[in-house]
């Protein structure tokens, strides 16, 4: 699992795969998530504004990240 800081209170989830390098651009997230691609805190999540905060876990693809707080 990889960590991932953030230096705000929250992140939004299609920005959280940008920020992180998981996808290339806004519309790769936004369709890995409506296709049910990413989980959030072991659940499928459809919401790309879901607000990621820190404590977080995020998994797409073969990666998990742990959001912290910068």
Not at 19 to 48: D, H, P
Not at 50 to 66: C, H, N, W
Request: proline share 1%.
């Amino acid at each position: 699992m990889e960590t991932i800081a953030i230096n705000t209170e929250f992140i939004k989830l299609d920005a959280l795969l940008k920020y992180a390098a998981l996808v290339g651009t806004g519309g790769e997230a936004k369709i890995a998530i409506a296709e049910g691609m990413v989980k959030v805190n072991g659940e499928v999540c459809t919401m790309r504004g879901k607000k990621i905060r820190p404590g977080d876990t995020v998994e797409f693809d073969r990666f998990s990240l742990q959001v912290t707080a910068e």
